[in-house]
C-alpha cells in the first residue's frame, strides 16, 4: 500500500495505490493517524488506484474515520473503482463516498465553512 499526501487548505487528501488488506491495514493507519495528528478538518481518501479493501482494511479506515470525527473532523472516500465500491456497500461502510477527488473535497470544505460561520 502506497500512500501519497496533498492539502486543499484545511483538508488532507491520502492518495492510496494498492490493496487495503491484513498486511497493510496497520501500516496504512499509521500513515493515515499521522496526517490526523495535523488536525485537517476533512480527509479525502482517494481511491482511484486501490484494487481491492477486506474486512481488515474497512475496520482500520472505521478506526481512523473515527479518531477524526472525535477531533471535529470528518472523513470521505473517493472515486473508488466499481469493484471496490461493490465491497464497500457489501459491508456497509459509515464513511461517506464520493464519485471524485474534487467533490470530496468541496463536501468537506463546505461542511467546515458551515460549522465556522
Do not use: C, Y
Request: no cysteine.
Amino acid at each position: 500500500m502506497r500512500v501519497e499526501m496533498t492539502w486543499h487548505g484545511t483538508v488532507a487528501v491520502a492518495h492510496l495505490e494498492g490493496s487495503i488488506d491484513a498486511a497493510s491495514s496497520e501500516g496504512l493507519t499509521k500513515s493515515l493517524q499521522a496526517i490526523i495528528s495535523r488536525r485537517p478538518k476533512g480527509l479525502v481518501l482517494d481511491f482511484g488506484h486501490v484494487q481491492s479493501v477486506s474486512i481488515a482494511g474497512i475496520a482500520a479506515l472505521t478506526q481512523v474515520a473515527r479518531e477524526l470525527r472525535q477531533l471535529g473532523g470528518d472523513v470521505v472516500i473517493a472515486a473508488p473503482e466499481p469493484d471496490v465500491l461493490k465491497q464497500l456497500q457489501a459491508e456497509r461502510i459509515t464513511i461517506a463516498i464520493e464519485p471524485t477527488v474534487a467533490v470530496a473535497i468541496n463536501d468537506l470544505q463546505a461542511k467546515s465553512e458551515a460549522v465556522f460561520n
